[in-house]
């Protein structure tokens, strides 16, 4: 994956009236999930923006909230690419990845940001653009390609996800699918329901046809 770079500042004042406040400084409200669990009560030292969340069993994780610039963000949020990124928050380097966003219903403007802490001994699971080269045999018999999931969900670490996953298509006859299940990336998990279709050849009025006229002069 490439490397976005990503400067985000401590946010303390929370609650809808602060975030509406942020907005209109055209920053947006950010949550840093993730980071190592711990056991009950926690015994270090909180930073700025930083709060405890339980998650049962005695134990806890901490959340940082934060706040960046619309600008930052817009090469990150519009774009087809993943990436990896490298966030700087009280001048200390830590990475993740994209989470979730949740964006205004009627402006479309970015309301919130997610984001997930990673390293590169955890696997994360994360959506990753498909591209398929090569030249289907079923494409050459009259079908045509379609692509039915331009994403599928991989589980590695951040380390090992690419930014797409190539499918070589040439063996794909006509009527035929490609499902998650006859997929391998090494060092991949394949995330999504194994009977998923990810592309196939559909048959066309004139490859139907030319199927037709075959059979007939065979007879």
Same mark, same amino acid.
């Given at each position: 994956?490439?490397?976005?770079?990503?400067?985000?500042?401590?946010?303390?004042? &929370? *609650?809808?009236?602060?975030?509406?406040? &942020?907005?209109?400084?055209?920053?947006? %409200?950010?949550?840093?999930? *993730?980071?190592?669990?711990?056991? &009950?009560?926690?015994?270090?030292?909180?930073?700025?923006?930083?709060?405890?969340?339980? @998650?049962?069993?005695?134990?806890?994780?901490?959340?940082?909230?934060?706040?960046?610039?619309?600008?930052?963000?817009?090469?990150?949020?519009?774009?087809?690419? @993943?990436?990896?990124?490298?966030?700087?928050?009280?001048?200390?380097?830590?990475?993740?990845?994209?989470?979730?966003?949740?964006?205004?219903?009627?402006?479309?403007? @970015?309301?919130?940001?997610?984001?997930?802490?990673?390293?590169?001994?955890? %696997?994360?699971?994360?959506?990753?653009?498909?591209?398929?080269?090569?030249?289907?045999?079923?494409?050459?018999?009259?079908?045509?390609?379609?692509?039915?999931?331009?994403?599928?969900?991989?589980?590695?670490?951040?380390?090992? @996800? %690419?930014?797409?996953?190539?499918?070589?298509?040439?063996?794909?006859?006509?009527?035929?699918?490609?499902?998650? *299940?006859?997929?391998?990336?090494?060092?991949?998990?394949?995330?999504?329901?194994?009977?998923?279709?990810?592309?196939?050849?559909?048959?066309?009025?004139?490859?139907?046809?030319?199927?037709?006229?075959?059979?007939?002069?065979?007879?």
């Amino acid at each position: 994956m490439k490397t976005f770079q990503l400067t985000a500042e401590p946010r303390t004042d &929370l *609650g809808k009236k602060a975030a509406k406040a &942020l907005r209109k400084e055209e920053k947006i %409200p950010v949550v840093l999930n *993730g980071g190592e669990v711990f056991t &009950l009560p926690y015994t270090g030292t909180l930073r700025e923006g930083e709060k405890i969340v339980e @998650i049962g069993n005695n134990q806890g994780l901490i959340t940082t909230d934060l706040a960046v610039t619309n600008d930052a963000v817009r090469k990150l949020i519009y774009t087809p690419d @993943i990436f990896a990124i490298e966030l700087d928050v009280h001048g200390e380097k830590r990475m993740a990845v994209l989470k979730d966003i949740q964006f205004h219903p009627v402006k479309d403007t @970015i309301l919130h940001i997610d984001l997930l802490e990673v390293s590169d001994k955890k %696997p994360v699971t994360i959506e990753v653009p498909v591209k398929l080269e090569g030249h289907a045999e079923g494409v050459k018999a009259g079908g045509k390609l379609t692509l039915s999931m331009k994403k599928i969900k991989v589980k590695a670490p951040y380390t090992q @996800i %690419p930014e797409r996953v190539i499918i070589n298509v040439d063996h794909l006859g006509l009527g035929k699918t490609l499902q998650i *299940g006859d997929l391998h990336f090494e060092g991949l998990e394949l995330v999504n329901a194994k009977n998923a279709v990810v592309c196939a050849v559909q048959l066309t009025r004139a490859a139907r046809g030319a199927a037709a006229a075959a059979a007939a002069a065979g007879k």
